[in-house]
């Protein structure tokens, strides 16, 4: 009996688990909070958490190293991209600090816009075999850089998404030194051109994804392309300068094939895609959105060569027919994805025939299809009854009837997009059936009251994103119900939703695990309602409070204070001074991302002083164009040192 009682006391109990058992219990340990609640019950908890992360994404590049060396030796995955102020310096002072760095496989570095070639290199030469590099958005990285990256041999993953100083020389070390390379992403890097791509293909024969949306490439580019046995995965978004010739060199079969994004491609018809389809009979993805061509009748029959695996078709913005929609039924059953938004000619008929042949869907979006009714809801409920993701934005002619149907039908359901559509209380009603709901978009939907959200608060408790933009009935009251019922919720947008005070916000505070609260055009709200959020809503990282005008220092006050994790925040045409402006920039020492447009209070040298206590951690500003005469070029040329992107607003500035 003495031993069943000690049993019973917690140190007991833990004295029994060994950390090997409790690192499998953290494998079935998903959610973030859960994870720390479970390192927060007593050190053996948070050793056994440290030995099993293999993850990892600091917020400030001060711990970077302490954290690395002592609390996570195990780490493969280092994502930087949060860390504001990380420059070449800071980087190798955490690399210099110790740690595991040896053991990385994998690192984020978006939008790290401080990082240039000396980082980089001491990044490659203490990580050794590093896998995945990710450099999106980093205004600095050019040909110098890709050649410090190019030492990294071991490389298969690589992303340099608007790296807009890279070129064909850059690229050509990269795939000079990373022959291993299987993935690469060089979307917007628009001085890359034909040569280095026929380059690129030449050295990296195991590319099996490639991404050079955007680049002024030609057919030329295609031509190369098509020599790579094992691609599996090609996006052209938006290269204005292939067409279908270019299109005709992939009819070779000589690839793997099984994704293609054509998209916003102007000079490509249908033509070009049907060649496409004829020599990749195993095509699984395919977006031809916006691509100002026709859906003729060769290229609908096409799509019989590749009827068992076709999973996704996306033919946003083109006339789409009835008979169109029958044929794409008839030769694509197997689809699990169809994208129609903003298509032409689309109506209940046309899509009655789709689904009658395509029950496996599970995403469909019908966006701006404005001539759909509720018999369009009736054949989804009748045929797709495994959907999780209907998008209807500016379905306006569909009723709580139609929607009735869904809930009843489509148990499954994830994701519902209303926005603009005639959506009341009593649709609400309905929809709030969906008990595994996790978006839920009503924007500009002025029909909805508080009564219609009490429904969503009692029953979608799993509801993650809720976007309420412009329902100008929704109130305080709704905001409680939405608050004691979906605790969940991550991300919210309350955007001119003119009724809610200070009270509301005052609800929302309990919300510990939003991070995304858009609160824009709130003009009754003030700084006891901010207090509310700020103390409460511990995980808030974007903010925006543009226009709400009764604000001023104290509510920055209270988020210098409270709100320490920010990254982002607008509250440009608030009524605050310098010296709130200061107090927040200087405080808040994760915030990257700031908006401070037309704030009339505020005069040249509260901008100054704030722009210097801010210590040059700030990724992006925006500010109007007036000031760009004004502030000192001191200032100005350090923020851009440290990689700061300043976009100058063409909008009178008020002076105080």
């Known amino acids: 009996m003495k031993r069943i009682c000690s049993l019973s006391s917690p140190e007991s109990i833990v004295a029994v688990l060994s950390a090997d058992l409790l690192v ?65 310096a800071a980087l190798a002072c955490a690399i210099a600090g110790g740690g595991e760095w040896r053991r990385l496989l994998r690192v984020g570095l978006v939008r790290a816009s401080g990082v240039g070639w000396k980082g980089i290199e001491a990044l490659v030469e203490a990580c050794p075999l590093l896998e995945a590099v990710d450099l999106s958005h980093c205004c600095r990285v050019g040909d110098r850089e890709a050649a ?5 041999v071991e490389l298969r993953d690589l992303r340099m998404d608007k790296c807009l100083g890279v070129t064909d020389v850059g690229l050509a070390r990269v795939a000079v030194g990373c022959g291993k390379l299987e993935r690469l992403g060089i979307k917007w890097c628009m001085e890359i051109s034909d040569i280095g791509i026929e380059l690129l293909v030449k050295k990296c024969r195991n590319l099996r994804a490639l991404d050079i949306s955007y680049l002024r490439v030609t057919n030329s580019s295609l031509r190369s392309i098509s020599s790579l046995e094992m691609l599996e995965t090609l996006s052209l ?18 690839n793997s094939l099984q994704s293609i994004d054509i998209s916003r491609c102007e000079k490509v018809s249908w033509s070009g895609i049907a060649s496409v389809i004829e020599g990749h009979r195993n095509l699984q993805t395919i977006n031809m959105g916006d691509c100002y061509t026709v859906l003729s009748a060769p290229f609908l029959s096409q799509l019989s060569l590749i009827k068992p695996t076709l999973k996704m078709l996306k033919l946003d913005g083109l006339e789409v027919s009835d008979a169109s929609l029958d044929s794409i039924g008839a030769n694509s059953i197997n689809l699990v994805e169809i994208g129609l938004s903003k298509c032409r000619g689309v109506r209940d008929e046309g899509i009655l025939k789709l689904l009658s042949c395509c029950t496996s869907l599970r995403t469909i979006d019908l966006t701006c299809c404005h001539l759909l009714t509720d018999h369009a809801l009736f054949a989804i409920a009748n045929h797709c009854t495994k959907l999780s993701c209907l998008r209807l934005e500016a379905c306006s002619l569909m009723t709580a009837n139609g929607f009735e149907q869904i809930v009843k039908s489509c148990s499954e359901l994830k994701e519902i997009d209303l926005t603009d559509c005639d959506v009341t209380d009593t649709t609400l009603q309905c929809l709030s059936k969906c008990s595994e709901l996790l978006v839920l978009k009503l924007g500009l939907c002025p029909k909805i009251t508080g009564k219609g959200l009490a429904y969503v608060g009692s029953n ?89 005008s009764s604000l001023d220092d104290s509510a920055l006050f209270a988020l210098a204070q409270y709100s320490q994790h920010l990254r982002q925040i607008n509250i440009s045409n608030c009524l605050v001074s310098g010296l709130g402006l200061c107090k927040l920039l200087g405080s808040l020492r994760c915030l990257q991302d700031v908006k401070l447009v037309q704030l009339s209070h505020v005069s040249v040298e509260g901008f100054e002083l704030a722009l210097r206590a801010s210590s040059g951690r700030f990724k992006k500003v925006k500010l109007v164009s007036t000031l760009r005469q004004l502030l000192s070029p001191g200032l100005l040329q350090m923020l851009q040192a440290r990689g700061c992107r300043i976009r100058w607003m063409d909008k009178p500035m008020v002076c105080p």
């Open 237 to 254: 978004v938006g290269c204005r300068f292939i067409d279908d010739e270019g299109l005709a060199w992939l009819n070779n079969g000589r």
């Open 24 to 88: 499998q219990i953290l494998d079935h340990i998903c959610d973030a909070g859960d994870r720390k609640t479970f390192r927060l019950v007593c050190r053996a908890f948070l050793s056994a958490e440290s030995i099993h992360r293999r993850a990892l994404r600091p917020l400030r590049r001060e711990t970077l190293s302490a954290v690395f060396r002592r609390r996570y030796p195990y780490i493969e995955s280092l994502d930087l991209s949060a860390c504001p102020a990380l420059d070449d």
């Open 460 to 548: 979608c408790r799993k509801l993650q994103e809720l976007d309420l933009y412009r329902c100008v009935e929704v109130d305080d009251d709704g905001m409680s119900f939405i608050a004691d019922g979906c605790k969940k919720l991550k991300k919210l947008n309350l955007c001119y939703c003119i009724r809610i005070t200070d009270q509301g916000l005052k609800h929302l505070g309990c919300l510990e695990e939003i991070f995304d609260l858009e609160l824009r055009g709130l003009e009754k709200i003030t700084a006891a309602g901010i207090t509310a959020v700020s103390m409460g809503c511990k995980s808030l990282v974007e903010l925006d409070l543009k226009h709400c």
């Open 148 to 152: 410090a990256l190019a030492k990294a």
